[in-house]
Nanobody, 123 residues
Framework: LQFVESGGGWAQPGGSLRLSCAVS????????IGWFRQAPGKEREGVSL????????VYLDSVKGRFTIANDKAGNTVFLQMNSLQPEDTAIYYC?????????????????WGQGTQVTVSS
C-alpha cells in the first residue's frame, strides 16, 4: 500500500485542522484505516479508525466529540476532522491500514503505515 498524508500544521488551542490520507494499492475492497499519533517521549496511540466495509468507527476517549473520521465514497481517502484542538493533541499523526475489520486501536494490528504528518497546537 502507498499512503499520501496531508493537512497537518499549526493551530491555536480551540482551532481546527483536517488530515487526509489517500491510500492506493489495495488488493481487497475491505480495509480498516486508522489514525495514530505519537508525541515526543510518548508511545504511539490510536486516535480513530474506520472500517471501510461497514463504516464503523472507533475513537480514543480523549478525542470523542472533537474528532470525526470519514472516508470518501470510493473508500480510498480517509479524513480526520479535528476540532477544539488542545496542546495535548500535538504529535506526529500517522495513517495506517489493515486488511479486513479491526475495530481496535492497537498499532500492532496495522501492518501498513504512512510517513506521518506533524500537528502542533500552541498559542
Amino acid at each position: 500500500l502507498q499512503f499520501v498524508e496531508s493537512g497537518g500544521g499549526w493551530a491555536q488551542p480551540g482551532g481546527s485542522l483536517r488530515l487526509s490520507c489517500a491510500v492506493s494499492g489495495f488488493t481487497s475492497p475491505y480495509y480498516t484505516i486508522g489514525w495514530f499519533r505519537q508525541a515526543p517521549g510518548k508511545e504511539r496511540e490510536g486516535v480513530s479508525l474506520i472500517d471501510t466495509a461497514t463504516g464503523s468507527t472507533v475513537y480514543l476517549d480523549s478525542v470523542k466529540g472533537r474528532f470525526t473520521i470519514a472516508n470518501d465514497k470510493a473508500g480510498n481517502t480517509v479524513f480526520l476532522q479535528m476540532n477544539s484542538l488542545q496542546p495535548e493533541d500535538t504529535a506526529i499523526y500517522y495513517c495506517a491500514a489493515t486488511l479486513g475489520t479491526r475495530l481496535t486501536l492497537l498499532a500492532t494490528y496495522f501492518g501498513s503505515w504512512g510517513q506521518g504528518t506533524q500537528v502542533t497546537v500552541s498559542s
